[in-house]
């Protein structure tokens, strides 16, 4: 809701709902979008455990993949 102050004159003639879509739709285009897929303890040739770096604690082990695109 940052940047409201750009479409908020719309609300007025349109409501809500329709300004906001329309402003995501606007911004949607324009953005580099990424869709992300984890899959979490699956068994396979990855360690055990990791130690995590700041805090030394083990951490959770997932398998992800990411595909970034132009919408």
């Known amino acids: 809701m940052a940047e409201f102050d750009k479409w908020k004159e719309v609300v ?3 409501g ?3 300004a906001f879509r ?3 739709n606007t911004i949607a285009s324009t ?3 990424c869709s ?3 899959i979490p303890n699956v068994a396979g040739k990855i360690p055990d455990f990791i130690e995590c770096p700041d805090c030394h604690r083990t951490m959770e082990v997932f398998i992800s993949y990411k595909c970034c695109h132009n919408g």
């Open 12 to 14: 007025n003639t349109k």
């Open 16 to 18: 809500f709902e329709y």
């Open 22 to 24: 329309d402003y995501h």
């Open 31 to 33: 953005v580099h979008l």
């Open 36 to 38: 992300h897929l984890e």
